[in-house]
């Protein structure tokens, strides 16, 4: 069994966990043009951008000789739930002859799970199951925290592209590793790495934060949201997202009462402006721009799918906010046809707002 | 007290109920005009510009009672109406929208949350919590409730006999008994289409009337029974999460499968993810089918001559081929 899983952020991730099952990993390339280009071509035009790029991005792993794919089927109730239904039509009518193994909420379909799970975990016992699951876990952890820490030296780095280089390398040293021991000691040597990378100083007042916020896919998406990252860390902002692997794993897969607290206050902070949740990360989207507001940041990038339903709302309520919290906001929505030159000049101009509220703050 | 419902959305499908209990609890009720292009304007100003139309037009009536002074405009978040599915997500964030993006309409919006196993909302849970804000007992709201569930299952009642939401609407309203649906028809087609865009003369533009006139004997999803309509989508995997346009996708299944439905017209107005969806879905099994299928999508500024060309040629088609198999048999 030849195993893929969709490109989404930090992938070395997903694949320790296949590896250490013992089961042959493909990995995906990470999504470029062409993968747009054959999502955007085999999907219907219906679907989300997400959809095609994922899309596009399984089509590429079975052309490297995947033969399973593994995914999470998303929480309804919006389009995620149909994805993988959807790409399963869609590769069969492409007469590629690929298992889609979609994990849904295990709450609602245990028993399914089980037996999912019990296919994957190719004889090994439970045991080893779980160790590898805390291996991943530590390494999900691991690596967000390294990626925390690289979004905001960004800002400052003397030689521009450095740290995203170091990030590169660290990557391929976690690939490496077997056991929460070698997790510890790569994280180690990943820190010492970055603390060689030369910055220019900033006093704390000067220094701009920017939140990231919106749909999970092109929030935690480089390849396809413009590298928005890398372009606010080179126009000298620190940045941080409101979705990281192991939040997501902590709040989605864990059980219940663990690990959930960080969320749970992120929804309740969305309450006031939007009461339930809606599909998508709607709620989350509201809820963390309010965070962003009283931690002080000094303004919010809205990342969304074209025409993304949920998303769609929190747009619309994002100005009353950003009036009541005083923090600008600018939503940039996206699809194979957002122009990376378009998307800089926006990002100056916010940059450049930014600025002048933060001198007009200071004096 | 003046209570405003906006003629839009589900209104087309709720507002006998609505309308109903308002009244009995002793409030006027203010329902907005028709969609005009003025109003349309206005809804567009006010809304972001990748939602869809429909929801453009619903802030437009929503600004409009609240020039007109109202106390509240009623605005249920509307969440599930069946089990294991939701509504859209733009109808379950809807009051939201409203409170934040409408200048004045902040306090003003009663916002219940609709959550019901069935089509029927007239459960006291969900509108028990108006009782403060509106001054009323919880026995004066059992009681309207029953009035409005009354009205409400004549309206669907009627309804299933084949009339249009319009001509039923307007029945529940005057006690006007609306004439019988025509009867000389040369052909029948099966109409697919959310009420909101079939029933708004601005979107569709009159779309059941001019079928009609051209002889037209026309079926919509509402005339049909819930439950039958639900035994359409038997097979899960068909279903999508979204009740209204489950019902969509279950009424063509069925348009499909029906020997005395000639062709199908889905009416979309631009900007509908989960309507883009269905009309892929019908496209490709109408070749299976091998029935005609016909969309018409309407935007903002849809000329109105172009889409009367387009539909006379579909019908022209339709009725040729069906003279032309008669004569053959
Ligand atoms: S959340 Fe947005 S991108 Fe995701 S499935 Fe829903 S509409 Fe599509
Ligand atoms: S179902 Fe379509 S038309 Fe209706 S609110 Fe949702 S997106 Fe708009």
Known sequence: MKVAFPYMGTTVIYKKLIELLGHDVVEPPEPTQRTIELGVKYSPEFACFPLKVVLGSYIEAVELGATTIVTSGGHGPCRAGFYGETHKKILRNLGYDVDIIVFDDYKSDKTGTIKKVRRLKNGKSWFYLWKSLKTVYSMAKSLDNIEKRIEKMRAYEVNRGECTKAWQTIKTWFDEVENIEDVRKTEGKSNKLLGEIKLIEVPEPNKIKIGIVGEIYVVMEQSINLRIEEMLGGLGAEVERSQYLSKWIDFNLLPKGIGKEHELNILKKGEKYIQEIIGGHAKQTVGHIVDYAERGFDGVVHLMPFACLPELVSQSIIPAISKEHNIPVITLSIDEQTGAANTLTRMEAFMDLIKSIKRTKIA | ?329
């Open chain 2, 1 to 329: 007290m003046k209570i405003g419902i906006p003629r839009a959305l589900l209104y087309y499908y709720y507002h006998p109920l609505w309308k109903t209990f308002f009244e009995k609890l002793g409030f006027e009720v203010v329902t907005s005009g028709k969609t005009t292009k003025e109003l349309i304007d206005k809804g567009i100003k006010a809304s972001v510009p990748e939602i869809c139309v429909p929801i453009k037009i619903f802030n437009g009536h929503v600004l409009e009672l609240l020039e007109a002074g109202v106390d509240y405009i009623f605005i249920p978040r509307m969440m599930s109406t069946r089990k294991g599915e939701f509504y859209c997500p733009k109808f379950m964030g809807l009051p939201d929208m409203v409170r934040y993006s409408i200048p004045g309409a902040k306090d003003k919006i009663l916002f219940p949350k609709v959550t019901s196993l069935t089509d029927d909302i007239s459960d006291f849970k969900i509108y028990s919590e108006m009782g403060e804000t509106l001054g009323v007992s919880n026995k004066q709201i059992k009681a309207a409730l029953l009035d409005g569930q009354k009205a409400w299952i004549e309206f669907r009642r009627i309804t299933k006999e084949g009339y249009t939401a319009l001509e039923v609407l307007d029945y529940v309203e005057t006690g006007k008994k609306p004439q019988n649906p025509i009867k000389d028809y040369r052909v029948t087609i099966g109409l697919m289409g959310y009420v909101y865009d079939v029933y708004d003369e601005f979107v569709s533009m009159g779309i059941v009337d001019k079928l009609r006139e051209m002889g037209v004997l026309v079926e919509t999803f509402e005339m049909m029974d819930e439950n039958l309509l639900d035994a359409e989508l038997s097979d899960m995997n068909k279903r999508l999460f979204w009740t209204f346009s489950n019902k969509l996708l279950a009424a063509g299944y069925k348009f499909f499968k029906d020997g005395h439905i000639d062709g199908i017209i889905h009416v979309t107005a631009f900007g509908c993810g989960p309507d883009s969806l269905i009309g892929k879905i019908m496209e490709l099994d109408s070749n299976e089918f091998g029935k005609p299928f016909m969309t018409i999508r309407v935007d903002e500024h849809t000329g109105e001559n172009h889409l009367l060309t387009r539909i006379e040629a579909f019908i022209d088609m339709i009725y040729r081929e069906k003279v032309k198999v008669k004569k053959e048999a």
